[in-house]
């Protein structure tokens, strides 16, 4: 009984150390049998939205990104809109591109070829991704000295 035991806690002690210490991400998961690729395709809405350190959800989703919809294929397409509204005007917003991680899978890279948004068309930002499970997808981008942390669910 007590081999038994001693085994079941190498065990243990050797699983822990894989899986834990490799975690790819800083905030997780620390083990998942689904792909990255898997987990990255996914209808996302934006759950949090951080500028600067800064709680800035309810202003992102009620005017700069309201009915943000952000549409991840498997195949390595992406596809996002939303709406920006100013008073009482009400401005659409829309892109499309591909997608891809980076050689590491620790970010994200997405390549615009179409739609109306301030970026330029062959366009790469990347985001970090912070966590990536199933039904979450936490990703942090810099521009310039600006860093822009979104959740989304």
């Avoid at 062959?122 to 942390?149: C, H, N």
Wanted: hydrophobic share 35%; proline share 3%.
């Amino acid at each position: 009984m007590k081999r038994i035991s001693t085994y079941f806690f190498i065990v243990a002690v050797i699983f822990c150390v894989a899986f834990v210490s490799c975690k790819k991400y800083p905030e997780g998961p620390s083990f998942s049998l689904i792909t990255k690729k898997e987990r990255l395709a996914n209808s996302w809405k934006i759950e949090k939205y951080i500028f600067n350190g800064g709680d800035s959800t309810s202003f992102a989703k009620t005017h700069v990104f309201n009915g943000y919809i952000l549409n991840i294929n498997k195949n390595g397409e992406y596809s996002f809109s939303y709406n920006l509204i100013i008073g009482s005007l009400t401005f659409p917003f829309n892109e499309a591109g591909n997608w891809t991680f980076s050689e590491d899978k620790k970010k994200v890279i997405f390549t615009k070829e179409s739609g109306n948004t301030t970026a330029a068309v062959g366009s790469s930002p990347t985001w970090e991704v912070l966590r990536l499970k199933e039904k979450e997808f936490w990703a942090k981008y810099t521009q310039d000295d600006d860093i822009t942390e979104v959740h989304f669910n």
